[in-house]
Protein backbone atom coordinates (compact mmCIF):
# COMPACT_ATOMS: atom_id res chain seq x y z
CA UNK A 1 0.00 0.00 0.00
CA UNK A 2 1.17 3.63 -0.95
CA UNK A 3 -0.16 6.99 0.42
CA UNK A 4 0.75 9.74 -1.93
CA UNK A 5 0.08 13.47 -0.74
CA UNK A 6 0.78 16.35 -2.99
CA UNK A 7 1.61 19.96 -2.56
CA UNK A 8 2.90 23.01 -4.10
CA UNK A 9 -0.16 24.20 -6.63
CA UNK A 10 -1.17 27.36 -6.79
CA UNK A 11 -1.94 30.50 -8.68
CA UNK A 12 0.40 32.11 -10.91
CA UNK A 13 0.97 34.03 -14.12
CA UNK A 14 1.92 32.57 -17.37
CA UNK A 15 5.56 32.55 -18.19
CA UNK A 16 5.80 31.51 -13.65
CA UNK A 17 7.07 28.92 -12.49
CA UNK A 18 5.98 25.89 -9.96
CA UNK A 19 6.87 22.76 -8.10
CA UNK A 20 4.62 20.04 -7.35
CA UNK A 21 5.95 18.05 -4.22
CA UNK A 22 4.22 14.44 -3.87
CA UNK A 23 5.50 12.32 -0.40
CA UNK A 24 4.91 8.79 -0.70
CA UNK A 25 4.46 6.63 2.52
CA UNK A 26 5.45 3.10 2.96
CA UNK A 27 8.84 1.58 2.43
CA UNK A 28 9.06 0.20 -1.01
CA UNK A 29 8.73 3.49 -2.65
CA UNK A 30 11.84 2.78 -4.98
CA UNK A 31 10.06 0.08 -6.73
CA UNK A 32 6.95 2.08 -8.18
CA UNK A 33 7.01 3.89 -11.27
CA UNK A 34 5.27 7.37 -10.72
CA UNK A 35 3.65 9.23 -12.60
CA UNK A 36 1.84 13.13 -12.91
CA UNK A 37 -1.66 13.38 -14.25
CA UNK A 38 -3.68 16.33 -14.43
CA UNK A 39 -7.91 17.26 -14.92
CA UNK A 40 -8.74 20.17 -16.32
CA UNK A 41 -12.36 21.41 -15.39
CA UNK A 42 -14.53 18.93 -17.92
CA UNK A 43 -11.98 17.04 -19.46
CA UNK A 44 -10.62 13.71 -18.78
CA UNK A 45 -7.64 12.76 -17.03
CA UNK A 46 -4.54 12.99 -18.78
CA UNK A 47 -1.15 12.20 -18.24
CA UNK A 48 1.41 14.97 -17.79
CA UNK A 49 4.96 13.02 -17.13
CA UNK A 50 6.40 9.83 -15.84
CA UNK A 51 9.39 8.27 -13.97
CA UNK A 52 10.66 4.49 -13.46
CA UNK A 53 11.24 3.31 -10.53
CA UNK A 54 15.44 3.71 -11.09
CA UNK A 55 14.97 7.22 -12.51
CA UNK A 56 16.11 5.86 -15.42
CA UNK A 57 13.15 6.03 -17.98
CA UNK A 58 11.10 9.70 -17.85
CA UNK A 59 8.63 10.54 -20.71
CA UNK A 60 6.27 13.92 -21.18
CA UNK A 61 3.14 14.63 -22.66
CA UNK A 62 3.94 16.81 -26.14
CA UNK A 63 2.24 19.53 -24.63
CA UNK A 64 4.48 19.92 -21.51
CA UNK A 65 7.78 18.29 -23.22
CA UNK A 66 10.83 20.84 -22.93
CA UNK A 67 9.17 22.64 -19.86
CA UNK A 68 8.60 19.99 -17.01
CA UNK A 69 10.71 18.32 -15.84
CA UNK A 70 9.62 14.93 -13.41
CA UNK A 71 12.18 13.81 -10.71
CA UNK A 72 12.43 11.68 -7.52
CA UNK A 73 13.96 11.52 -4.84
CA UNK A 74 13.87 7.39 -3.54
CA UNK A 75 15.63 8.31 -0.31
CA UNK A 76 13.18 10.77 0.88
CA UNK A 77 10.40 8.89 -0.85
CA UNK A 78 9.42 11.67 -3.27
CA UNK A 79 8.49 12.84 -6.40
CA UNK A 80 8.69 16.31 -7.87
CA UNK A 81 7.31 17.78 -10.79
CA UNK A 82 9.22 21.43 -12.23
CA UNK A 83 6.94 22.95 -14.17
CA UNK A 84 8.45 26.30 -15.87
CA UNK A 85 7.06 28.67 -18.69
CA UNK A 86 3.27 27.89 -17.53
CA UNK A 87 0.92 28.78 -19.85
CA UNK A 88 -3.17 29.52 -19.19
CA UNK A 89 -4.20 26.14 -20.55
CA UNK A 90 -1.50 24.05 -18.07
CA UNK A 91 -4.27 24.75 -15.16
CA UNK A 92 -5.91 21.97 -13.80
CA UNK A 93 -5.67 19.84 -10.55
CA UNK A 94 -2.52 17.79 -10.58
CA UNK A 95 -2.21 14.36 -9.35
CA UNK A 96 0.42 12.18 -8.27
CA UNK A 97 0.45 8.36 -8.99
CA UNK A 98 2.07 4.88 -8.26
CA UNK A 99 2.22 2.00 -10.19
CA UNK A 100 3.96 -1.19 -9.65
CA UNK A 101 4.24 -1.88 -13.20
CA UNK A 102 6.20 -0.60 -15.46
CA UNK A 103 6.37 3.42 -15.98
CA UNK A 104 3.49 4.22 -18.27
CA UNK A 105 1.27 6.74 -19.73
CA UNK A 106 -1.70 5.28 -19.20
CA UNK A 107 -3.91 6.01 -16.17
CA UNK A 108 -5.29 2.17 -15.74
CA UNK A 109 -1.82 1.51 -14.87
CA UNK A 110 -1.64 3.09 -11.27
CA UNK A 111 -2.83 1.85 -8.49
CA UNK A 112 -2.55 4.50 -6.29
CA UNK A 113 -3.42 8.28 -6.23
CA UNK A 114 -3.06 11.46 -4.44
CA UNK A 115 -5.89 13.70 -3.37
CA UNK A 116 -4.32 15.81 -5.98
CA UNK A 117 -3.40 19.73 -6.05
CA UNK A 118 -4.56 22.68 -7.81
CA UNK A 119 -2.33 24.85 -10.36
CA UNK A 120 -4.16 27.79 -11.87
CA UNK A 121 -2.36 30.00 -14.87
CA UNK A 122 -3.47 33.17 -15.34
CA UNK A 123 -3.01 35.12 -18.41
Known amino acids: QVQLVESGGGLVQAGDSLRLSCAAS????????MGWFRQAPGKEREFVAG????????GYADSVKGRFTISRDNAKNTVSLQMNTLKPEDTAVYYC????????????????WGQGTQVTVSS
Open 97 to 112: AASSLSYSHSATSYAY
Open 26 to 33: GRTFSRYA
Open 51 to 58: ISWTSGHT
